[in-house]
């Protein structure tokens, strides 16, 4: 079992930047392809981003491709997303989550273990 704790979210204008951290605690990370996903106030949870368990795979869906880049420390037990160019279409609470699977898979069920989530507000 693995604990996930997001951190770095905050309130950026239009363009800007930030970079999310996930913090994993209990069995390591490595064991767990990571994604990124977000939900915006009324909408469905939406897949983001992952990596695969070595860091050699990544996907992006397609609104944030070229302008996020996700990553991860083994050592250090923390995988990261780096959020460049943001529009106020990205605000939304972020999660990462943990999956067993040795392939990246882009449904929140196949996740099983999840952060508390973080605020990301992007103002026009």
């Known amino acids: 079992q693995v604990q996930l704790v997001e951190s770095g979210g905050g309130l950026v204008q239009a363009g800007g930047s930030l970079r999310l951290s996930c913090a994993a605690s209990?069995?390591?990370?490595?064991?767990?392809?990571v994604g990124w996903f977000r939900q915006a106030p009324g909408k469905e949870r939406e897949f983001v981003a992952a990596v695969s368990r070595s860091g050699g795979s990544t996907y992006y869906t397609s609104s944030v491709k070229g302008r996020f880049t996700i990553s991860r420390d083994n050592a250090k037990n923390t995988v990261y997303l780096q959020m460049n160019g943001l529009k106020p279409e990205d605000t939304a609470v972020y999660y990462c989550?943990?999956?067993?699977?040795?392939?990246?898979?882009?449904?929140?069920?196949?996740?099983?273990?999840w952060g508390q989530g973080t605020q990301v507000t992007v103002s026009s």
């Open positions: 989550a943990a999956d067993i699977s040795v392939v990246i898979r882009v449904r929140s069920y196949d996740y099983e273990y």
């Open positions: 209990g069995r390591t990370v490595s064991t767990y392809t």
